[in-house]
């Protein structure tokens, strides 16, 4: 239980930057997609660093302008020349820069880009109605951080075999199923809390919400493993260290830009949330 001191450090100051982070959002919905941009520059940023291309500004520069401006325009039809306009200027710059930047770099550098810059912007787009925006930022960020959390305690306490351990040797198959639990029991408790305190005059479906937490725990996992496998690779042990306990904005992240996007996908198909 090492790591759990500065894990609860880290919730104690976190917590009430996301009430506050919320709080604003209510009042300026703008803020979602301000701060989302700000977390994904920084984010692209660690990434790119992992593998010493930050200082590499021709690199550099149009990921983190593609990661800044991407939460903006991902609700908008200029996404797809948004995203066209970051590849062909990507690739401008291998051809430009053949002697110094590799296709390996480039590859590195636009598919990390994309990855993060689209999983993250699937959060002001889900917020992007009026209708349920603090039901769904919530439901963003609580679900993958309560099977992460899960994941850990049964981990800990009960888990034995062991689930990658060449790429991540706490993970365990117990932990996995705690995590998935924790993730449902989650899911139905944020149901139940908007749905007779918070915000009576929406209805959850609470079929698609149980789904989403059966969903989300596994996908969570998988951007969890897959970031932590690109670590591996560099010989770090995190990608900064913003956060005690967790590293850097893109450890602690890492799951929610594969489940934010699940949670969009999953809403379209069954609408969690309706007006009564």
């Not at 970031?227 to 904005?249: A, E, V, W």
């Amino acid at each position: 239980m090492k790591s759990l001191k500065p894990r609860l450090l880290t919730a104690v100051i976190g917590i009430p930057m996301l009430i506050l982070f919320l709080l604003l959002a209510e009042v300026w919905m703008p803020v979602v997609a301000i701060l989302v941009a700000l977390a994904t520059a920084f984010m692209t940023g660690e990434y790119l660093n992992a593998n010493k291309l930050l200082k590499s500004f021709a690199v550099s520069a149009p990921c983190l302008l593609f990661s800044l401006s991407m939460p903006f325009f991902i609700s908008t039809a200029y996404v797809y020349l948004a995203v066209v306009l970051y590849m062909l200027v990507m690739f401008i710059v291998m051809i430009l820069s053949h002697r110094k930047i590799t296709y390996s770099e480039l590859a590195y550098s636009v598919t990390g880009t994309l990855l993060i810059s689209l999983g993250m912007s699937a959060i002001p787009l889900m917020c992007s109605s009026k209708i349920g925006i603090l039901f769904y930022f919530i439901t963003i960020f609580a679900l993958p951080w309560m099977a992460d959390a899960g994941g850990f305690f049964i981990g800990v306490t009960l888990g034995k075999h062991k689930l990658c351990p060449s790429i991540s040797p706490k993970k365990t198959v117990e932990g996995v199923i705690g995590g998935v639990v924790f993730c449902v029991i989650s899911a139905v408790l944020v149901g139940l809390l908007f749905q007779y305190l918070i915000t009576p005059n929406i209805k959850i479906n609470f079929f698609a919400l149980i789904l989403l937490g059966v969903i989300d725990a596994p996908i969570s996992i998988v951007g969890d493993l897959g970031f932590s496998l690109i670590k591996r690779r560099y010989n770090i042990k995190d990608y900064g260290s913003i956060f005690p306990g967790h590293g850097g904005m893109l450890d602690r992240f890492d799951s929610i830009i594969f489940t934010a996007p699940v949670i969009v996908l999953l809403n379209q198909l069954i609408p969690i949330i309706t007006v009564v």
